[in-house]
């Protein structure tokens, strides 16, 4: 068999991709969730909100450290296997990359580190504008990075200067608001919230009515809800519930915004669309194909179970509309691009379209289902099987929306193919000539290898995070968390007199002390 | 001046900043468990970077973006022709990167066991195969006419096409000058930013490793004076410097003993980008000069390099003052020391 060195590297690019996009959307939500418990705290001053913020936190920071390690390795793909790519597109894309480091992933990795460590060394009303810096030095991450991937599909605000052989940035405004842009970031955004939420709805559930906390726990003397273990279930259940809202109102919000990205694209990338419902000839009043089995190599399908004129009322916006089809796409193309197939993978685009839709359905639902059973403090009937059954499939919940998203991405970068810049340069055009077969394996294997067993530490860690009770001691910020530690209490100033030897913050006493001593040495 | 030299300015700045900052967390990571003789001190050693090192290797994207956009042909040339070293540097640095943030979060003390071996094993591999690039950058790649290495067909050689630029004497004593000059960092800040036991092993190791460096600088220009050369500016300086950090960091002047090693390291990256910048030349070809990437034959368009003038000038010295503002608010030093409570 012959290594074809552009497959492979395409394989290599998707594989470091994806699973990046694993953990960003984690990332997203998870410190806007981290910041709204700490504000939640910092205004009502009730325990239950600081400590899920600590419990939050603690699952964004390992969440963000995969990130960060995998976002990293972007910066340096687009020269590594695809450097024509990057000489054709430096002008536009350089910037992009640059900027967003500059603006955004400055803010984030600094912020979190003050946030983290900043306990009782800030003032409290600055110590949570950090953990805000961050939530939105995320956004902005993404609405830059999702701006790089808008010209990719749609390029805009561009020159091509034929004698340099490139493109020239016009607009760096435009760039950014491409239509392409201004629809996939709430779409993308709305799709995070699904992930995040589902996560925290899964954590939270399944520590409020599964492995439920018995003993210890959160009260202190004074607390207004009394019993230790049942405030800290409360604390869990409402975890629960905001998993589930953000879950659920990310699953309105996704089918909302995905209406809006799905017209753009008809209007830019007619022909995604079209792979999208496997659509081979142009139809007016086209119907929307819910479940088809198709012919190899395309033509009118065995079967296919569909819901008339909705493709075009999805589409464009109008019942009576006429969509394209395949067919008459490529001729089209033939006539403006030359000699070539212009068509992606069907069956792949058709099938990913599909799963993004109908897995990300069933992952709002789930969520709903759980809203409604336990609207106004309704126990959940745990001894029905049907409940319980429910309940041990939850740590599948997280892997839901992770999919769904996975598959509007297979789906909108395979079915953008031949085009790496749609209408300008192929995908074949842009990988770097000299890279060779041998090197595009080695690197494909060491990155799934390593990528791999990051993947299960981080989900060794989060396991052990969320079994853990809700006490300050399993919590405490800072790397303090050494067993057989005679730190009694959190990282907050009044839990602790301040034993610097604990990452905790110093009283004067303590810094006095320290400079005293530190003469001896 | 034109924007294309500042930008070359900036991008060496970039890379400064990152091996400066990166190089001093690179050595704690590497120190850590061997100055550190129990749970307790290693945690210490590596809390003094915990909040930092995330913040410093963002410089690494800075330099690398900042690159790609104000010298995408010089980009595409160093990724594609240096392909599998990155990609083994990436590797190193997303476990490294794993291991800090992860050891902490867990109750067991074998994981941070466990976190702090991988901390130090990818924190040594990393600034090695950094400093064997940083050679390689200075002397050039096999470019061809099309700004790419190629190689002949055969698996071997295809993957000897990256690899081979670092089988030299030259990268292997770049490779450990950058251990030697992370090490030198490291001890110092643990020095700067402790108390307690580890302090004291900390200028114990700064001192060994600053005159191991003096008496290495020392050799070099000896090597380079005898083979006719003429003593090289850079050696002799940091010969100098570093007999002069190893004086300060025996006297407990761990702030000065850091700056002075932050100098030798700044300079020694400063000398490899601009080797060739007497020629213009930002990436020479080792096949033809006429191959050679120039700042000018390298660089982007005016109308990016305007775009990114403009946010550099809005958005670097905000970066620049909140990194400065986390260092003061977490500037208190780490206790090592067991006080009884």
Redesign the interface.
Known sequence: MALDVLDITRLQFAVVTIYHYLFVPLSITLAAVTAGLHTAWYRTGRERYRRLTLLVGKLLLVTFAVGVVTGLVQEFQFGLGWSDFARAYGDVFGPVLAIEGMLAFFLEATFLGLWYFGWGRLPRLAHLATIWVVAVGTLISAFVILAANAFMQNPVAYTWDAERGRARLDSFAELMTNPVNLAAFPHTIAGAAMLGGALLLAVGAWRRWVHVPVAGGLGAPGEPEGQADHEQRLAFGTLARVGAWLTLSGGVLTALTGDVLGKVMTRVQPMKMAAAEALYTTTTGAPFSLFAVGRPGGGEPFFSLDVPYLLSVLAVGDPGATVQGIDDLQAQYVAQHGPGDYVPVVWLAYWSFRAMIGIGMLAAAVAAAYLWSTRRGRELPVRRPLVRRALRALPVLPLLPAAAGTAGWVFTETARQPWLAFGLTRTEDGISPGLTAGEALAALAAFTLVYGLIAVVWGRLVLHVVRQDLDAGSLAAGERDDAGDDAPTGPWPGDDPGDGSHGLPATGAERRRDGARAPTY | MDLVTVWFGLVVLCWVLFFVLEGFDFGVGALAPLLGRD??ER??A??TI???W??N??W???A???T???F??W???????L??P???V??L??????A??????????SW?RRCDRALAATSLGVVALFGALLTVFARGLALGA??????SPG?G???A??LAPLASWTALVGAGAAVLAALLLGATFIGLRT??PL??RARRVAVVVAAAGAVGAALAALAGALSGAGPALLAVGAAGVLAVVGVLAAR?HEALAFAGAGVVVAAAVVAALTAGLADGVVLASTLDPAHSLSLASAS??G??LR??SW??VL??PG?LG??AF?YW??R????????P?
């Open positions: 749970d307790h945690s210490a590596v809390r915990g909040p930092f995330d913040g290797e963002v690494l994207v800075a690398v973006g900042v790609f956009a104000a995408p042909d980009y595409a040339a160093l990724m594609s022709g392909f599998l990155f990609v083994l990436l590797l640095l997303a476990g490294r990167g794993v800090l943030e992860f050891r902490g979060k867990h109750s067991s003390p941070r099309d700004g790419e290495v190629t190689s698996l050689a295809g993957l096409r990256t108390t307690g302090r004291v407990r982007a368009t109308s990016t775009l990114i946010a550099g958005v670097l970066v909140y990194q986390s608010v977490l208190q030093r780490v206790a090592s020391e067991r006080v409570t």
